[in-house]
Each structure stands twice: as structure tokens, then as C-alpha cells.
């Protein structure tokens, strides 16, 4: 298995335990330390490795609409996730269950990303000057 997809796994799965641990905090330091930690883990570093192994991935002849593609999702993560969170919030009187699917769809989501390409080989270095 390629290292970048190694990493992005263990990325993904930090992102989902560091939001746990959002969760579960007790004091505000906790908090604030899982917090700075999931930024860290989170989007701000998967992001750029996942659109680099995209790059590498897609087909050259539609880069374009695969990015936009993956945009798009990301996108509409961004306006479903307050909505849901916000009828959950009306319905349980609680946020929390929001985080926790949350979490879920991120270690779905992962395990499907490493499903997907645990059986890809990483291309053999030829070391055959001739």
C-alpha cells in the first residue's frame, strides 16, 4: 500500500479521535486541546494530500471534473452538516448526536477510502540503468 494513502488513513482516524475527544472534554483546556489537534488532523492537513493522491489518480483527460467533483461533495458537507445538527439540536435538544455522526461518517468514510486502495502496489523503482 502506497504511504500516502497510509497517512491519509491515519490522518482521517486522529481527525475522528481528536473530535471524540472534542466530545468528551471535561475542562476547557481539554477542549481546547482537542480542538487545535483536529484542526491539525482535520481538513487542514488531509485536504492537500488527498487532492496531490487525486492528482496522481484520476485520468489525466478529466482532472478538472474530478476535482470539481470532489469539491462539490465537500461543499455540500458544509451546508448539510448545520442543517442536520441544527434538527437534531430541535429534536434531542442536544448537538452532541451531531458530532457523533460525524465521527461515524469519518471512519466510514476512511475505511472506504482504504477499502478502495489497499490493493493498489506502489509502483516498483526500475533500477536497471541499461
Known amino acids: ?24 472534554a471535561t475542562n476547557a483546556t481539554f477542549l ?6 483536529y484542526g491539525f488532523l482535520g481538513k487542514l492537513a488531509v485536504e492537500p494530500i488527498i487532492i496531490s ?6 485520468p489525466q483527460v478529466g482532472i478538472g471534473t474530478t476535482l470539481g467533483v470532489f469539491n ?36 466510514i468514510g476512511t475505511l472506504l477510502f482504504l477499502a478502495a486502495n489497499i490493493h493498489k502496489k506502489t509502483p516498483e523503482v526500475s533500477s536497471d540503468l541499461t
Open 72 to 107: 462539490f461533495f465537500g461543499m455540500m458537507s458544509s451546508i448539510v452538516a448545520p442543517a442536520l445538527t441544527g434538527n437534531i439540536s430541535d429534536i434531542t435538544g442536544s448537538k452532541i448526536l451531531g458530532f457523533y455522526i460525524a465521527i461515524v461518517l469519518l471512519v
Open 32 to 37: 481546547l486541546t482537542s480542538l487545535i489537534l
Open 53 to 58: 493522491w487525486l492528482g496522481e489518480n484520476a
Open 1 to 24: 500500500m502506497d504511504h500516502k494513502i497510509q497517512f491519509i488513513v491515519i490522518l482521517e482516524i486522529s481527525a475522528a479521535a481528536m473530535l471524540l475527544m472534542t466530545v468528551q
